[in-house]
């Protein structure tokens, strides 16, 4: 299983960004697929997660701000932010994971500007 992540890039406070995993192998279907993020300085952190029936979490601080969502036909996980802040600037990494099994992706950068 391979992951590639993108959608990352410049954006000013307030505004919006989708993020995109693309994600190889048939079984997609059956992972949890979630995403994390890594700030400068700080450890990588859950930000959201959707399991295989489209059950979603997030963490407190984007509650409200980003969604979530999966779509098995395209093999494709989604993250859609919405009011972006400046300590939102971080790589984000997608995430599938079934059982032990745990697979990454190479990150992608987004950038808030204040």
């Known amino acids: 299983v391979q992951l590639q992540a993108s959608g990352g890039g410049l954006v000013q406070a307030g505004g919006p960004l989708r993020l995109s995993c693309a994600v190889s192998?048939?079984?997609?279907?059956?992972?949890?697929m979630a995403w994390h993020r890594q700030a400068p300085g700080k450890q990588r952190e859950l930000v959201a997660r959707i399991d295989s029936g489209g059950g979603t979490n997030y963490v407190d601080f984007v509650k409200g701000r980003f969604t979530i969502s999966r779509d098995n036909a395209k093999r494709r996980a989604y993250l859609q932010m919405n009011s972006l802040k400046f300590e939102d600037t971080a790589v984000y990494y997608c995430?599938?994971?079934?059982?032990?099994?745990?697979?990454w992706g190479q990150g992608t950068l987004v950038t808030v500007s204040s």
């Open positions: 192998g048939s079984t997609f279907a059956s992972y949890y």
């Open positions: 995430n599938a994971a079934r059982g032990p099994v745990d697979h």
